[in-house]
């Protein structure tokens, strides 16, 4: 028989959302967890420590703990999960009730010490794996593709997208375990849109799967033609500096300004003053920023081959998709050419955008739950339960 009784949540991920690197897929995860929260679960988060971090904190009523690097974090959260089934360590006294592990590349392999496990994958890697090097891009791969799948082969997945569990089902996973839980958004908390003039935007992560050179190539490309035409780059990461070398080379260092990591407001200020948001990035599960934009009339112009953005961009309707960076250059030119079409494209984007919350994100990992672990009551735990 199912309890009512306070269910706990534990949550894997390599990072959280104040990591230096922390994006898109650690921005989900949190939100996921916080409106969790606010349903009464008791949720923690496990991810790994950067410089000047709190080895713990409590962020959105999320219990945050900050264990070991980039790869040991992997090992230190299973000892800590260990813990919790023995009543030792940080986590004594909350032994889940269900694990989220989330798989960038590489899963936690929760499901060694509780069947309680979803795993969570935003996308697949195998275009991104590369950038780590021969040796660790083909374990890496071997990794995601071979052992993962099977290992989890017994276990529920939660995707972002449909390509995304295409992509699973690609690996073997059978496709009635992956339930698809698309991304929520915030509420802008800037004021209303200003005017956009001739400025593109860029809302990522600086990496190099993001592929921001070819937003720089279409600002390059069209400065001739657009006098005024400057562009945003909100977002930092390790990539940043041969961003900045790139357009020097391209010449078009008094065009483009690289804020690095804004507030959420100014995030929201630059994006309601952009005519038209690029994301050519090689691979997404979603793009989150894609619906941000939307959030303001901005619509986005990104790759076919992403896979993630032929579900969060409807073509022809909320953006364009494109196919490289000639067609990304042509289509940019049409929208600053044209900005009534990219107005009639920004006003649909904004109303498919309305359609996205973080509680329904929430109830589709509750669902996922209850199959689980069907020894909880999650249906005690719905926002008509708890408001």
Do not use: C, Q
């Given at each position: 028989m199912a309890t009512t009784r306070t269910p706990v949540a534990t949550l894997l991920c390599w990072r959280d959302l104040a990591h230096p690197q922390g994006g898109g897929s650690e921005r989900y995860l949190q939100r996921v967890g916080a409106e969790l929260v606010r349903r009464g679960l008791r949720v923690t988060l496990v991810s790994a420590a950067f410089d000047g971090c709190l080895d713990e904190e409590t962020v959105d009523g999320v219990r945050i703990l900050r264990r070991g690097g980039r790869l040991s974090v992997y090992p230190r959260a299973l000892l800590l999960l260990a813990g919790a089934r023995v009543g030792l360590g940080p986590l004594r006294g909350t032994r889940p009730d269900v694990v989220v592990d989330t798989q960038n590349g590489v899963p936690f392999f929760a499901s060694l010490l509780t069947r309680r496990t979803v795993v969570l994958v935003h996308h697949c890697h195998r275009e991104q794996w590369p950038v780590a090097g021969p040796l660790l891009s083909r374990l890496g791969w071997?990794?995601?593709?071979?052992?993962?799948?099977?290992?989890?082969?017994?276990?529920?997945?939660?995707?972002?997208?449909?390509?995304?569990?295409?992509?699973?089902?690609?690996?073997?996973?059978?496709?009635?375990?992956?339930?698809?839980?698309?991304?929520?958004?915030?509420?802008?908390?800037?004021?209303?849109?200003?005017?956009?003039?001739?400025?593109?935007?860029?809302?990522?992560?600086?990496?190099?799967?993001k592929q921001i050179e070819h937003s720089l190539d279409a600002l390059a490309a069209l400065r001739a033609e657009q006098p005024d035409l400057r562009m945003d780059v909100v977002g930092g990461g390790w990539w940043e500096q041969r961003l900045r070398d790139h357009a020097r080379d391209l010449g078009v260092c008094d065009r483009v300004v690289f804020h690095g990591h804004v507030s959420e407001r100014r995030k929201h200020e630059l994006l309601a003053s952009a005519a038209v948001h690029l994301m050519p990035s090689r691979?997404?599960?979603?793009?989150?920023?894609v619906v941000e934009a939307a959030q303001h009339g901005?619509?986005?112009?990104?790759?076919?081959?992403?896979?993630?953005?032929?579900?969060?961009?409807?073509?022809?309707?909320?953006?364009?998709?494109?196919?490289?960076?000639?067609?990304?250059?042509?289509?940019?030119?049409?929208?600053?050419?044209?900005?009534?079409?990219?107005?009639?494209?920004?006003?649909?984007?904004?109303?498919?955008?309305?359609?996205?919350?973080?509680?329904?994100?929430?109830?589709?990992?509750?669902?996922?739950?209850?199959?689980?672990?069907?020894?909880?009551?999650?249906?005690?735990?719905t926002p008509s339960a708890v408001e």
């Open positions: 071997w990794i995601e593709s071979t052992l993962s799948p099977w290992a989890h082969r017994r276990r529920r997945y939660v995707t972002v997208s449909e390509p995304s569990r295409a992509e699973l089902v690609a690996l073997g996973v059978d496709a009635e375990r992956i339930e698809v839980v698309r991304a929520g958004i915030d509420p802008p908390v800037a004021g209303d849109r200003a005017p956009a003039g001739r400025r593109l935007v860029v809302l990522s992560r600086l990496v190099p799967h691979k997404e599960g979603w793009g989150i920023a901005v619509p986005t112009v990104g790759y076919r081959s992403s896979a993630g953005l032929t579900d969060s961009i409807d073509d022809g309707v909320t953006g364009l998709l494109v196919d490289g960076r000639d067609e990304l250059i042509a289509a940019t030119r049409k929208l600053l050419e044209n900005p009534g079409l990219a107005r009639e494209l920004g006003e649909a984007a904004r109303d498919a955008a309305a359609g996205y919350s973080w509680s329904a994100t929430a109830d589709g990992f509750v669902d996922v739950f209850a199959t689980v672990n069907p020894e909880v009551d999650w249906a005690s735990f």
